[in-house]
């Protein structure tokens, strides 16, 4: 009779084994599978924040530049915007419209370029237009004097009309 005992403990035993063996293969399986997917989303989801953080900087600048412009020659306000680490230029000007992607609306854009391969420009109009006539055909096209840092953190950046057509961003 001590040998069936023996036995059933060795089908026990070989089952356990055998049991432990399947399940490490399914965790290294599904580990394999969702490791890459977690990594992927994640990547994904730190460009949409840098992404966020770029357009909420450029909505900051235009709503500045176009209070600026509304208000008239002399008027100046102060903002503070944030920039993600992945900025590579800040561009404000009128040469960027009517090309590549951009289209022809008579508008100067605010353009934050990021250091990625795709979807890497941020581009926002301002109210300001990119050229306008004065007076007796003369075509005036305003001057944006942007002294702007591309580093990332925090920013404070005054906006003045100084004189006509030029509009001052200086750094402090």
Do not use: C
């Not at 055998?18 to 460009?47: D, H, Q």
């Not at 909505?59 to 915007?81: D, P, R």
């Not at 000007?93 to 590549?100: A, C, H, K, N, P």
């Not at 854009?109 to 300001?128: A, F, R, S």
């Amino acid at each position: 009779m001590p040998h069936l005992n023996k036995g059933r403990k060795l089908e026990k035993g070989q089952f356990s084994i055998e049991f432990i063996i399947v399940l490490g293969v399914l965790l290294t399986l599904i580990a394999s599978v969702s490791l890459p997917l977690y990594e992927n989303s994640s990547a994904k989801a730190r460009k949409l924040t840098r992404l966020s953080q770029a357009r909420e900087a450029g909505n900051e600048l235009v709503s500045a530049l176009n209070t600026v412009y509304a208000g008239g020659v002399g008027a100046k306000q102060t903002i503070e915007y944030s920039l993600p680490s992945s900025v590579r230029q800040i561009r404000i000007d009128e040469d960027v419209d009517g090309t590549d992607s951009v289209p022809q609306d008579n508008r100067m854009d605010v353009q934050i370029e990021m250091d990625w391969e795709e979807d890497n420009v941020v581009l926002i109009n301002t109210l300001i237009p990119s050229q306008y006539q004065y007076g007796e055909g003369e075509e005036v096209i305003p001057v944006i004097d942007a002294h702007l840092s591309e580093s990332h953190g925090d920013h404070t950046v005054v906006v003045s009309y100084e004189n006509y057509p030029t509009i001052v961003l200086e750094e402090v």
